[in-house]
């Protein structure tokens, strides 16, 4: 069936280190979407990238459609960016499909 | 991006009872949604709320648990019927912008049922 995963499941970094999340999907998408779910449960909208390379300050990604799949890139992390980062992926039918997150802890 | 929200942001309710939550967006929009995320869950489509006919509900989730209403373009309601503490999670609705198919999250509304 149709699949969206996400690596690794947990993440510790230190303050200032960077690192790559992961995401596949199984089936071409009409919409790629990266989230970061803070501790109140609010759903922040990253990234809209169902192609290609975008940045945002210290964050950037790339999703490559034809190889199905994604990668959330942080930089010089900080403690606020602890967290559950979420990708979610429209199969053509206008519904998301989350993956099931990568919990990302940094530590001062 | 759209400015939703949703009522009550939080509450904790008796088994047995039913719970209606409202999401409210600040301007017109086509595609409305109702996720549910459980403790330590990832986040699952309960349904479409389509405006002028019935939700589309997906797998595992029927009207009779989770009526949903959709009156006009901007409103939605969502009730959790005859709970049970297995229905204590985040309940969001979601929107499409504005010619994009990206989808915009509201607060969510923490539900616990005792």
């Known amino acids: 069936g149709i699949q969206v995963e996400q690596s690794p499941p947990d993440l510790i970094l230190q303050e200032g280190a960077n690192s790559t999340l992961r995401c596949n999907f199984s089936?071409?998408?009409?919409?790629l979407q990266w989230f970061h779910q803070n501790p109140w449960g609010q759903l922040i909208n990253l990234f809209y990238i169902p192609s290609g390379t975008k940045q945002n300050g210290r964050l950037s990604a790339t999703t490559v459609a034809t190889e199905r799949y994604s990668l959330l890139y942080i930089s010089s992390s900080q403690t606020t960016d602890s967290g559950v980062y979420f990708c979610a992926a429209d199969f053509n039918d206008y519904k998301l499909s989350f993956g099931a997150g990568t919990t990302v802890t940094v530590r001062a | 991006s759209a400015v939703i929200s949703q009522k009550p942001s939080r509450d904790i309710c008796q088994r047995g009872t039913s719970l209606t939550i409202q999401c409210q967006v600040d301007s017109q929009v086509t595609m409305m949604f109702w996720y549910r995320q459980q403790p330590g869950q990832s986040l699952t489509l309960i349904a479409t709320a389509n405006q002028g006919s019935e939700a589309t509900y997906e797998s595992g989730f029927v009207i009779d648990k989770f009526p949903i209403s959709r009156p006009n373009l901007t409103f939605s309601t969502l009730t959790v019927s005859n709970m049970s503490p297995e229905d204590s999670s985040i309940y969001l609705c979601?929107?499409?912008?504005?010619?994009?198919?990206?989808?915009?999250f509201g607060p969510g509304t923490r539900l616990t049922v005792l």
């Open positions: 089936d071409s998408v009409n919409n």
């Open positions: 979601s929107v499409e912008g504005t010619g994009t198919n990206e989808q915009f």
